[in-house]
């Protein structure tokens, strides 16, 4: 007969008390829900009362729960509270993507080393089963890049300002609708998306990746302007972490704005929804799109964990996901090219596409597109005696190194006011 396992609850905010809710309500008989532990005691909640606690050691030193969920967020004291439960001998499932991205290794060493087994599917991708399906249903391949629209705060903002919507519009609109928090610094900035891709990438290629060793690049400076001229060029823009792996040692594992062309799947992935492709040597391709978010979508991948856990025997011992202190380091070494996308905002005067040009070709920079079209923003007062233009060419494929150098010149030059916008074409 199967054990029933009992559950000890870090956190009961949005997706804790999604949970607390499922088991109370008894839908699962093999698990039973035992406590709570939350901040304050006081607040408002839609569950019983005599399941919360404020002392977190009710959970961790209780020898009837076997398995403790941490939907805290943020390191401490999630990260304090886990190793004292996998001290304990408790099983952890966690919804805390910057915890597992920062001390992933600290963690699957201390499950270990105790004998009980980590899940973490809701850290990535909310609902999509990413995290599973790369560890369990991928094994046998050979994973080479991981894609993923994994924030789904920025894509609602980046799909509004393609529909038009003003960035100031869109991310208010984000707020009202509850999809950005008031400090929406984390997701504009791609701080979240970081954590989402080094947890992708370490599980993906078997080496962790800290999330200090990811190029990041939010989505601040594009403007609805950009999304005019990518869509004459044929593309969307939109906001991905991207691991790519070109050899054993060589990774690159990035998150930044890129033009992905019009008709990729990607291009097409809008609103609050994540996607996620995964490229690898028996799969070829394969795209997973859900909700990214929301207490329920993420209460599914939490469950769905604990009931993996319950499934495993006593005798299957944890295993570490990948190794650790590998002198594989991301980002490092070797160049890799792109094609650029770049909007300059110049005086609207003779010569400068022939300066610009002149610099580009010096530095082996080939064009795919060039355009200059006056710009009049009624809304700015211009007291310039020149006319401003708006300047945008699309690089055909060019080393990062000769393309910085390049631009380092291109700011020189005396009609450039502004680079106003740089993205990457993700092909
Ligand atoms: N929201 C989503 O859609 C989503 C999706 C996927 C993953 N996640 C992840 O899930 C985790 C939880 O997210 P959430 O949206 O549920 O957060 P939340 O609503 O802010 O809930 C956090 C919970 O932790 C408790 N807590 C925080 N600090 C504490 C402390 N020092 N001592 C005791 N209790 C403390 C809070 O207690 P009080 O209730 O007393 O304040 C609250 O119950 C995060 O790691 C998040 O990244 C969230």
Same mark, same amino acid.
Do not use: W
């Given at each position: ?60 030193? +209780? ?185 054993? +040692? ?20 809008? +609103? ?75 005086? +609207? ?79």
């Amino acid at each position: 007969m199967q054990e029933i396992f009992k559950i000890g609850l870090l956190g009961c905010g949005n997706i804790g008390e999604a949970v607390a809710h499922e088991l109370i309500a008894g839908k699962i008989p093999s698990l039973k829900f035992k406590k709570a532990f939350v901040k304050d005691l006081n607040k408002k909640r839609n569950i019983p009362t005599n399941f919360l606690t404020d002392k977190a050691d009710d959970i961790l030193n +209780d020898p009837e729960i076997n398995l403790i969920i941490e939907v805290l967020g943020g390191e401490e004291p999630a990260l304090e509270l886990v190793i004292k439960a996998l001290e304990n001998k408790k099983h952890l499932v966690t919804a805390n993507k910057e915890l597992i991205a920062k001390h992933g290794p600290q963690i699957f060493e201390a499950a270990y080393k105790n004998g009980v087994q980590v899940r973490l599917d809701a850290t990535v991708g909310g609902g999509i089963p990413i995290i599973n399906t790369i560890l369990d249903s991928l094994k046998a391949n050979e994973i080479n890049e991981v894609v993923g629209i994994l924030n789904g705060t920025t894509n609602y903002i980046l799909t509004q300002m393609k529909r038009g919507h003003s960035f100031e519009q869109a991310l208010k609109e984000a707020q009202e609708k509850g999809y950005a928090e008031p400090d929406p610094t984390n997701d504009l900035e791609g701080i979240d998306a970081k954590y989402k891709i080094a947890i992708l990438a370490s599980l993906a290629f078997g080496n962790y990746i800290s999330p200090d060793q990811v190029f990041c690049q939010g989505i601040k400076g594009i403007s609805v302007l950009d999304f005019n001229l990518a869509k004459e060029l044929g593309f969307s823009i939109k906001l991905l972490g991207i691991a790519k792996k070109f050899a054993q +040692d060589q990774i690159k594992v990035k998150v930044y704005p890129c033009l992905i062309p019009s008709k990729k799947p990607l291009a097409r992935i809008d +609103d609050v929804l994540n996607a996620i492709l995964v490229r690898g040597n028996l799969i070829q391709e394969l795209l997973l799109v859900g909700s990214g978010a929301g207490a329920k979508p993420t209460s599914s991948a939490i469950l769905g964990d604990v009931l993996s856990i319950q499934k495993l025997t006593d005798s299957l011992k944890s295993v570490m996901p990948y190794k650790i202190n590998s002198s594989i380091t991301p980002n490092n070494g070797f160049e890799q090219n792109y094609r650029f996308y770049v909007r300059l905002m110049v005086d +609207d005067q003779v010569g400068v596409i022939r300066d610009l040009g002149n610099i580009l070709a010096q530095n082996n920079i080939s064009l795919e597109s060039i355009s200059q079209k006056a710009y009049n923003d009624e809304n700015i007062e211009n007291n310039n005696q020149t006319e401003e233009a708006i300047l945008t060419f699309l690089t055909h494929e060019v080393s990062e190194n000769n393309f910085e150098l390049a631009l380092k010149q291109v700011r020189t030059l005396k009609p450039i006011r502004e680079v106003a916008c740089i993205l990457r074409v993700f092909e």
